[in-house]
């Protein structure tokens, strides 16, 4: 599934940038990390991104 369409990257390119950070993650970084360093334009992709980091950094140890 896309993520974003401004930027095009989808969750499974967000997922494999999270399993290989290995730590909490932000939602700006990880935007950037997926776009290739682009800044979200209409934001309509930045709540389900948001849900996909908040899970990511819920199973992540402290």
């Known amino acids: 599934m896309f993520v974003c369409l401004c ?3 989808s969750d499974k390119k967000v997922k494999e ?5 290995g730590k909490r ?3 700006g970084d ?8 682009e800044n979200p334009n ?6 389900t991104l948001k849900d ?3 899970s990511h950094n819920d ?3 402290v």
């Open 7 to 9: 930027n095009p990257f």
């Open 52 to 54: 996909i980091v908040k």
């Open 30 to 37: 990880t935007y950037r990390a997926c776009s290739g360093g």
């Open 42 to 47: 209409c934001c309509q992709c930045l709540e």
């Open 25 to 27: 993650a932000r939602v």
């Open 17 to 21: 940038h999270l399993e290989g950070h």
């Open 59 to 61: 199973t992540v140890a």
